[in-house]
């Protein structure tokens, strides 16, 4: 930039020529002819004249143009320069508003592959560069523009690893290298964050799954807790459920080493942790309550229902657990509340099935086969009497309870055959299925087919309403149709899992018998479309009577 005189000298200079020089100008004419006219020779004044008004005249005038021009040359250089600034200024404020466009964007960028695109569209935008790239560890990178006309390279480290590469057509000034570090650092803390939000996410994803599929209270528990932990870096964790009564009870408490011992009271800390709706950072002495914890973090578990217990993290450094990400496992405890509702509401449904399946065994046995043997022991104090007296009937009567228990002794094996237990998350579906339907054909001296095809994926709870469809039909099959064969067929289609059974036994009507109750399976025609409505899926029974009968389902593919 070239030298200027400033602005406010250059207006004191005019300002002083507008107001000194015009008297100036005078006084020195006055004086100068006062002094011509002393004079007494003509000539001299003639050469006095001449001189000053040929010499000095000029100079003056020459030398305040030439300060006049000076002036206007300053302005003129100060203009040029203020435009530079302006245009400056003007790229700054853009390049700014580029920046705050870039860390909006990296702000409200969804996952770690859109905070690199983000990234890289806007380090391309904010510095110029003909090509921006953004790379990670493990391969992932972004990038935008191209290279064609940028031969030179910069390279910014990112704060969470990896680097920016900026592609420039000039080579790079300081101000391109400090303005490159900015750049990777707002792009590597988007990066930071992006990563600890798809964690948080997978962690709430797995604590979703061990709700969903697990049923064991103690087991959720252990699961739960464990991935808190684990997210925390805790060494102590214990879960305190409320019970039927309202008090708190400890369920499980486990260190490093694994469980410990369930003591019988639960620590105050606890239950002051279980009075609020936000997590609780617990004093050194409320945490050696624990045992050898110096930390701990109390959790309330609840719902809508109102407390449900306190999960409890705790490590044996006084200075740890600072770093935890409260909101992350407060909202994993939240879950866990939900998964204990869950499990309970499970517990409860099995003793009511427990229950009914108790009572349906009982009328079962009251009805058919006490009655049956009640009636061969009638039946055997006739033949008592009779055998001396008609040996012939008596042998007759002898014949016909034999035949009446022979047929109770099947009814009793179609029923502990189909009370057994069946293991469907040990060995799946459709292993289950095979081995269910040949187990079947044996007990029941029926032909039985299986055929399975295309792709089954189902739910854990579908699966297990499908095989008590399957179950049920079978049963009623044995004990209603009087068929030779029995044919299963179960197809995965596109978005269906179809299930067919088909006897080739004498058939009924369906509208006689919808709401009955079978007598080996428990369930009757109503109850068993009630199970597939209310898990998306459908049910029909076709029968006529001498023409078999056929059950269909289907439920819904998961995924």
């Not at 935008?144 to 680097?163: D, K, M, N, V």
């Not at 428990?522 to 029909?540: K, S, V």
Request: some cysteine.
């Amino acid at each position: 930039m070239s030298r200027l005189i400033p602005a406010n000298l250059l207006a004191q200079r005019e300002e002083l020529l507008r107001k000194v020089l015009p008297p100036l100008i005078v006084v020195v004419v006055i004086t100068v002819e006062v002094g011509i006219s002393q004079l007494s020779n003509l000539q001299l004044e003639f050469w006095a004249h001449l001189l000053f008004y040929g010499f000095a005249g000029p100079t003056v005038t020459y030398f305040a143009l030439d300060w006049i021009a000076e002036g206007a040359r300053a302005r003129t250089r100060a203009e040029a320069e203020l435009r530079e600034l302006y245009e400056e200024l003007r790229r700054s404020h853009e390049q700014l508003q580029h920046i705050q466009a870039l860390m909006r964007d990296l702000t409200e960028a969804g996952d770690l592959g859109a905070v690199l695109e983000v990234g890289a569209r806007g380090a391309k935008r904010v510095s110029g560069a003909g090509q921006a790239s953004v790379r990670l560890p493990g391969g992932l990178s972004a990038g935008a523009g191209s290279a064609a006309g940028a031969r030179y390279p910069l390279r910014a480290e990112l704060l969470s690893g990896g680097e920016l590469e900026l592609q420039l057509p000039r080579p790079p000034t300081p101000e391109d290298e400090a303005l490159a570090r900015s750049l990777a650092a707002e792009i590597g803390t988007a990066a930071q964050a992006a990563w600890q939000r798809t964690q948080d996410l997978m962690t709430l994803h797995s604590v979703d799954d061990s709700i969903r599929a697990e049923r064991n209270m103690r087991r959720l528990l252990v699961r739960v807790t464990g991935t808190m932990a684990e997210r925390a870096g805790a060494t102590f964790r214990a879960a305190y459920l409320v019970d039927q009564d309202g008090v708190l009870r400890p369920e499980t408490v486990q260190g490093p080493e694994g469980d410990l011992e369930l003591l019988g009271g639960v620590p105050e800390f606890a239950q002051r942790a279980a009075q609020g709706d936000d997590p609780l950072r617990a004093t050194s002495q409320e945490a050696a309550a624990f045992g050898p914890v110096g930390s701990a973090i109390g959790f309330p578990m609840r719902d809508e229902a109102g407390l449900v217990g306190v999960l409890v993290l705790g490590h044996t450094d006084p200075g740890a657990l600072t770093e935890a990400n409260l909101p992350l496992l407060a909202l994993m405890a939240s879950q866990a509340a939900l998964g204990v509702r869950n499990a309970r509401a499970y517990l409860y449904s099995e003793e009511l099935a427990i229950s009914d399946e108790r009572t349906r065994i009982a009328r079962e046995i009251h009805d058919g086969v006490a009655q049956s043997l009640a009636f061969c022991a009638l039946k055997l104090d006739v033949v008592a009497r009779q055998i001396h007296r008609d040996p012939q009937q008596a042998e007759q009567e002898v014949k016909e309870a034999g035949a009446l228990l022979r047929e109770q002794i099947q009814e009793v094996r179609r029923s502990i055959f189909a009370l057994r237990p069946i293991n469907l998350e040990k060995y799946g579906l459709l292993d289950t299925l095979r081995m269910y339907v040949q187990d079947f054909g044996e007990q029941n001296k029926l032909k039985t087919a299986l055929d399975i095809s295309g792709e089954v994926t189902l739910s854990k709870g579908d699966e297990a309403v499908l095989f008590r469809i399957v179950q049920e039909s079978l049963n009623n099959v044995a004990k209603h149709a009087a068929a030779s064969s029995v044919t299963v067929s179960l197809s995965g289609g596109p978005q269906w899992v179809q299930l067919r059974v088909q006897d080739d036994g004498r058939g009924f009507d369906p509208q006689q018998v919808s709401g009955r109750v079978s007598s080996a399976g428990g369930l009757g025609l109503t109850q068993m479309r009630e199970r597939m409505d209310n898990r998306g899926g459908e049910y029909a029974v076709i029968s006529q009577p001498g023409r078999g009968t056929l059950v269909e389902a289907r439920l819904p593919q998961v995924g």
